[in-house]
């Protein structure tokens, strides 16, 4: 008796093709809160719960305190920095008095240079990467330091003026 009725159940199971989910399972919902987060109250302030931000150092202190983009200085040494680790080298540098009393170590840029103790020189900000101490770098082209000669690109960086161009036909 109830053979007939498994096998008509069968039948109707073989026929039907096999039932795909259509839903992904669901994830539990997670809450999170859109109110702020409630400020300190008065007497978390009062016990000091407050840190105020670190201030951050200046890359060239001793123009930035005077406030000033370029001091002018006098050069004390010339030498060479060794750089960092994974760079070698010489890197030429100046010992400088600048206007304002302060002495710095100031990175010279480009390919050769003419100053030498007791010339006048501009600085400006601007650390050399690779130099430990060199935060200054000096301007080519402006006082006593002459521009890099025979310089194509980049000339503004290294105070060099534009070649004058080969006249054709004199």
Known sequence: MAAPILRSLWHS????PAAIPTSLPRLPVRSFSTTPAPNATLNQILRGCRKPQRARHAV???LSDM?????????LKVGITRPKKPNSG????ARIRL????????????????????SVVLVRGG??????????????????LAG???RKTSRSKFGTKKPKKASVGS
Request: glycine share 10%.
């Open 148 to 150: 890099v000669a025979n």
């Open 99 to 118: 206007s304002s009393g302060r002495m710095i170590t100031a990175y010279i840029p480009g390919e050769g240079h003419n100053i030498q103790q007791h």
């Open 90 to 93: 010489e890197r030429k540098t």
């Open 13 to 16: 199971l073989a026929r039907r």
């Open 67 to 75: 406030n000033c983009p370029q001091q002018k200085g006098v050069c």
């Open 127 to 144: 650390r050399s990467q690779d130099c430990p101490g060199v935060r200054y770098h000096l301007v080519r082209g402006a006082l006593d």
């Open 60 to 62: 060239s202190p001793a």
